[in-house]
């Protein structure tokens, strides 16, 4: 009778512990997996101003001067004009180092998903406007629109009316829609990818 009492004692923690690990377990798969989209549904992610959609940003640069800042960017919109994604049209039309003032004008692709037999692009058109000063640059992307489907059917759509938050992201904030998500995301890894490479530049020396 001790030998069975011992042992029942030794066993039910086991059973209690393996419970208490499944328990555990489980509740761990259950747990609902991030949003992929997170990045694309947040508070201002597609801002606005005037009913406008603009993205603006500015980088700080301690030290150098709004000369050598404007050189920087002034050569990097001159390289992006001539990029393999580059549509014809594609310019630098605002060039005045005594304001301290660049603008460039963008055609390029815009690449959904590029496999055999399959090619998903869209123009996506933008102008860059850009003002220095002594340990800083002002950049914002405007004008944003988007030339789909040329080959077939081509359909112009404004970004105004197209990725803003209200054609583009459910009442509830918690999804895209279907149609517009592609440009929404696109159009926002592309802004991020430009301030980060001016950043990247200005700040490199």
């Not at 700080?60 to 049209?89: C, F, R, W």
């Not at 890894?189 to 430009?194: G, L, Q, S, V, Y």
Request: hydrophobic residues 35%; contains cysteine; neutral net charge.
């Amino acid at each position: 009778m001790k030998k069975i009492l011992i042992v029942l004692l030794m066993v039910v923690p086991l059973l209690v512990s393996a419970q208490d690990n499944t328990w555990e377990r489980i509740e761990v798969e259950e747990q609902p997996k991030d949003n992929p989209d997170a990045k694309y549904l947040t508070a201002n992610a597609v801002p606005e101003v005037n009913g406008k959609v603009e993205f603006s940003t500015t980088i700080q640069a301690e030290g150098k001067s709004a000369d050598e800042i404007y050189d920087i960017v002034l050569q990097q919109l001159t390289k992006m004009t001539h990029e393999p994604n580059q549509i014809a049209g594609s310019i630098v039309c605002i060039d005045n180092r005594e304001k301290h003032e660049l603008g460039a004008v963008f055609h390029e692709w815009l690449v959904f998903t590029n496999k055999t037999f399959s090619l998903d692009r869209t123009q996506l058109n933008f102008v860059i406007h850009v003002t220095t000063a002594d340990g800083r640059a002002d950049i914002t992307i405007k004008h944003i629109s988007y030339d789909y489907d040329l080959d077939r059917k081509p359909r112009h759509y404004t970004a105004e009316e197209w990725i803003t938050d209200k054609y583009a992201v459910n009442k509830k904030h918690t999804k895209l829609y279907p149609v517009s998500a592609k440009f929404r995301r696109k159009t926002i890894d592309r802004k991020d990818f430009i301030f980060n490479k001016m950043n990247s530049l200005i700040n490199s020396k």
